[in-house]
């Protein structure tokens, strides 16, 4: 894969992990941090990556990846999107949540090349799913989000979807699987253990 100069990866990395016991980044999946496959494949793709994260959020060492730190309140995914593109320096942020471990580079390329038209974000669908955790944000939807993030309560889908973003369709649902509990960790683990077992 080529590494782009824009847009900027950011690994959103904020959240509590109420359900699977404490800060998913540092959960490990197959011997490694949960976090470190999506940020492997921004790194694949993007020349700059950072990771977006409360002042108490425990992470991994990356040598070499920025932390940036978003406010301590309210814990909502579009405070880090909207706090991400206002330290980005004026240019896109290609926004991938912690805990998505089968995001491809493949996927990452295909949404910092997609043309947003006009929109302030590219955004994926998947089986009729606006995919927001995954997804480029420009530099024009931090004011048009910033109003939610600071209320930190709205349902993340309603608000992108009001950004009328430029609309990428993807078949595949398995990158968008998320782990948010321990039997999805236990499922994650068996789909990298199959995987491995066909080489």
């Not at 002042?55 to 040598?63: G, I, R």
């Not at 940036?68 to 290609?94: C, D, F, K, N, Q």
């Not at 912690?98 to 038209?117: E, H, N, S, Y």
Request: proline share 12%.
């Amino acid at each position: 894969m080529r590494r782009r100069r824009d847009p900027v990866g950011v690994v959103l990395a904020g959240g509590l992990g109420r359900r699977i016991g404490g800060s998913k980044a540092i959960v490990e999946l197959c011997g490694r941090p949960l976090i470190a496959y999506p940020l492997a494949a921004l790194r694949d793709c993007l020349s700059e990556v950072a990771i977006i994260a409360k002042p108490d959020t425990e992470l991994p060492s990356f040598p070499g990846v920025t932390v940036w730190i978003e406010p301590a309140t309210p814990r909502h995914p579009l405070v880090g999107i909207v706090h991400a593109l206002g330290l980005a320096g004026g240019r896109p942020v290609l926004a991938c949540a912690g805990d998505l471990p089968f995001v491809t580079p493949g996927l990452v390329d295909r949404i910092a090349d997609t043309d947003p038209a006009g929109a302030p974000a590219v955004v994926p669908v998947c089986e009729g799913l606006l995919q927001p955790l995954l997804a480029m944000y420009l530099p024009a939807a931090a004011p048009l989000l910033a109003p939610a993030a600071e209320r930190g309560a709205t349902p993340l889908r309603r608000e992108v979807e009001a950004l009328h973003p430029r609309i990428l369709e993807v078949a595949d649902p398995e990158p968008f699987f998320n782990v948010n509990a321990p039997e999805d960790l236990l499922h994650a683990a068996a789909l990298l253990d199959g995987r491995i077992s066909r080489r």
